[in-house]
Structures are given as structure tokens and as C-alpha cells.
């Protein structure tokens, strides 16, 4: 039996929901693992780092896979070596542990179930409104990042961080390897027709999709400025979104507040997260990718200014307005992107061209919390750092400016 469009959808909401909040609960463990073995907080926060090289380098390999094997079978195998790698994660003793386990394997997971298996898929049975529809899909990130955040630090408040891992390792795989085997079918790499108003309205013709198209060259799409203006928006983002992320919790475990607390705040980042991509997704069809990606970059820069001003006045007032405004705009760009992508780059080859294209989001999201965990070991704070940030705010939001300018559509 072919699934629906809605089903898709709905399988792309959950496993990113299960799989971003897994991954994304780093910042929980930052805290504890520094307070056990007393790393520096460069060297931990390197370990996200390499994470996301591996990611980059994964991505074009992953997007290969994708175009030979189809989207189910990466899927679930990213899911499998997602889940281990959490149960692996229990057991690390020393800073290469981490690096292996956080840095490598369960990057190589997330790869497997992140966007580019999931934006290939959503490609291919999608056709019309695909930034609303894509943004609806991705925002199952934020929802897991909301229940995941504070699930990850009632546990390891519980029964410390090794079992924690270990239980949201087994709990990850139960999930996602089930959810993924039945509710993913292949389609071909073109989509033929727009998402039904409902799925009661669905045609054969929605159902059983048209044969695909060869759509553009890998080369072809690596000779367009349209390229290289989303690669530069790629790398661009994660270095206005990681340095605050991945130091959200310890910058204000720093300034007195409890740790719980700041996963709750952690968790409503979470949420806006979710209504944000859904929210830029869909606008992004209606005014413009170019001017939906500048308001939500808008939101990040208000977000980081908000955080900044705790350390003139360690208000909540301040830990909510970061919580909706960066929320808001957290990962509000992806959706954006591929929906251009899909459109400039559709066909057989749409697997690797995107994968290409997350080589750049790899990059950024490296350098990012390295270089922000590195200026508070030299300086004793983030400031520098998440000015810095907000300055790739405005870069980034350029970048979609140029693409709108040289857009085929």
C-alpha cells in the first residue's frame, strides 16, 4: 500500500522530532561532562563540533545513497546507528570517547535520518506549496527539542548522564526503526501533484506519482551563482545559531540559574522553533524566500541581544524573550532552503546536489561552537562571541537576497 502525502509528512515530523531532539540535547550533557572530568570547554564543545563536519562531509555520500538506494533504506539505517550511537555514548570514559561517539557516530546517524533523506523524500511527493509543507515537516525539530531538553535533564538529575544516554539510546531505536519501516515508502524523484486539501481528496494519480525527469546535472547545479548563494546561506546560518546554542545552558548556569530551569527554557526554545519553521515555511511561499529568511533572522539577532543583556540584568524576562525570539527563528532557514533547492535542483540527481549543499551548513555548524567555547576560555565570557553571531545574521540573510535575484522559477 503507497502512503499518502499526509503520512509522509507526518513520518518526516516524527522521526526529526525523535532524532533533532536526541541529538540536539547535547547542551543538557555539556554541563555534566564538564563537571565530571573537568574538560575545557573548547575541548568539549569541540566534540559538537567535529559533529558537524562529519555531518558536512556525510551529507553529499548520504545524498548519493539516497539517489541510488532510495530515502527508506538511509533512513533506516541512520536511525539504527543514531539510537547506538547513544547507547554508546553511556560508557565514554575520556575525551576521545566523546569525540567518537558524539563527534562521529552519532553524526553519521543524524545524517542518515536529517535533511537530506528527508527533504529528497518530501521532494519527491511534494510539488506545490513546498516551502508551507516542508516547514510543517521540519518543524518536528523543534518538538523534539522541547520534549527531549527537559526529558534529558529530569534523567540525568535521576540517574545521572551515563544511564540517561543509555535509556534515551534504547528508547530512540524502539521508535524511529518501526516508525520508518512502515510509513516510508520510495517514491520517484519528481512529485507530480500538490498536497490534497485533505486526505479524503486524494486522486490515483496523487497516489501512484509520475515516472521522474532528469532534472539537473550535479554539474550543471554547481555552475549556477543560485548554488553557491545557498551554499554561502548554509555556511552562514549555523555560524549565527551555533555559538548561542550549543553554550545557551552553561552561559546561564554561569550567571546563577539552576540548570533545570534553563532546560525548561531550553524546551520552549524548542517549541518556537517548531512554529517557526512551519510559520517562515509557509510565508516564504506567499511574500518571498529572500524576505521570510531576513524576518526570521531578525528573530535570531533579537534572541542573542537577549541573552547578551542577562549579564547587565539576569532577568527570566530576558531567558523568555531569547527563548521565543531565537526560537523563532532556529532552524526557520532550513525549510526556506530546501524548498528553493528542490525547485532550482529537482530530478535524479536532487540527492547529491543537496547533499553538497549541507557540506556548507557542516562548515558553519563546526566552527561555530568551537570558536565561541575558545573565547570564553581565553576571555572568561561569551560576549565577543555572540556578537559575532549576530553579525552572520545580516551575512546570511544577503546570501538569500542574491539567490532570489538569480532564481529560474
Known sequence: MIP????????????????????FSFPIFFV???????WSRALTAGAFSLSTVVQGVMSPVVGVLVDRLGPRRVLLAGAAVLGAAFVLASRIGAVWHLYLVTGVVAAVGLTGIGWVPTGSLLARWVSHHRGGVIGLAFSGMGIGVLGMGPLAQWLIATIGWRLANLWLGLGALAALLPLIWLGVRDAPATAPDPLP??????????????PPGPGVSVREALGTGSFWALFLAYLFTPLAVFPVFTHQVAFAVDLGFSALLVAGIFGLMGLMSSVGRAVFGAISDRIGAALAATLSFGFTAGGTAALLALEVQPSMLWLYAYAVLFGLGFGARGPIITAIASRLFGGRRFGVIYGVLNMGNGIGAAIGPLFAGAVHDLTGSYRMAFVTAIGFCLAASGCFWVVGTRRKT
Open 197 to 210: 486539501a485533505t486526505p479524503g481528496t486524494a486522486s490515483a494519480r496523487a497516489a501512484a506519482p509520475h
Open 32 to 38: 555534566p561532562l564538564v563537571e565530571e572530568f573537568r
Open 4 to 23: 499518502s502525502h499526509w503520512t509522509i509528512v507526518g513520518v518526516v515530523w516524527l522521526t526529526l522530532a525523535i532524532g533533532y531532539g536526541l541529538f
